[in-house]
C-alpha cells in the first residue's frame, strides 16, 4: 500500500508531477515539462486561453485547455483539476494533429473506392487500381486497370 508522502509526490508515467498545490504550479509545472520534452508552449496561447480564460476550477471540476507549440502540429492538452481546494491534479500530453491529416486522406481513398464501384469495378479491380496510384506500383497485371 503507497504512503501518503508516495500518493502525493506521485509521478506520471512521462515524468511529471500529478499533484500540486496551486492551479498556478500545475499549470507552470505543465509549461516546464513540455519545454523539457523540447516543445515551447505558445506565449499567445496561454495569455489568451489561460490567463484570460476560465478562472481556477472550484472544488470537483476540471480545465481543460489546448495549446499550440513551437513545433507544427503539436499541441499541448493540458487538464487542471481541483480534488479539494486543497490538492490540484495535473493531467497532460503533447498530441500530433497529424492523425487529422490521415484521417483526410482515408476519406478521400474511400471517395475514391466508391467512384470507382460505380463505374463497375469489382472490389478486387478497385483495390488494385487504389495500390497502384498509391505505390507507383503496378499490380492489375495484364489488365491494366490502372491505365
Known amino acids: 500500500m503507497k504512503t501518503f508522502k508516495q500518493i502525493r509526490e506521485a509521478k506520471s508515467s512521462s515524468g511529471y508531477d500529478?499533484?500540486?498545490?496551486?492551479?498556478?504550479?500545475?499549470?507552470?509545472?505543465?509549461?516546464?515539462?513540455?519545454?523539457?520534452k523540447g516543445y515551447v508552449v505558445?506565449?499567445?496561447?496561454?495569455?489568451?486561453?489561460?490567463?484570460?480564460?476560465?478562472k481556477k476550477p472550484s472544488s470537483g471540476k476540471t480545465n481543460k485547455y489546448i495549446l499550440k507549440t513551437n513545433k507544427k502540429n503539436r499541441h499541448a492538452h493540458i487538464q487542471v483539476a481541483n480534488l479539494d481546494n486543497k490538492r490540484y491534479e495535473l493531467n497532460m500530453y503533447i498530441?500530433?494533429?497529424?492523425?487529422?491529416?490521415?484521417?483526410?486522406?482515408?476519406?478521400?481513398l474511400f471517395k475514391d473506392y466508391e467512384q470507382l464501384k460505380k463505374k463497375g469495378k469489382s472490389d478486387s479491380q478497385a483495390q488494385d487500381i487504389l495500390w497502384c496510384d498509391a505505390t507507383r506500383i503496378c499490380t492489375c497485371k495484364e489488365e491494366r486497370l490502372c491505365g
Open 42 to 54: 505558445d506565449k499567445n496561447d496561454i495569455d489568451n486561453k489561460v490567463a484570460t480564460g476560465p
Open 95 to 108: 498530441e500530433s494533429v497529424q492523425e487529422s491529416v490521415e484521417l483526410d486522406e482515408n476519406r478521400n
Open 18 to 36: 500529478i499533484y500540486h498545490k496551486t492551479c498556478s504550479g500545475a499549470m507552470q509545472h505543465a509549461y516546464a515539462h513540455a519545454k523539457k
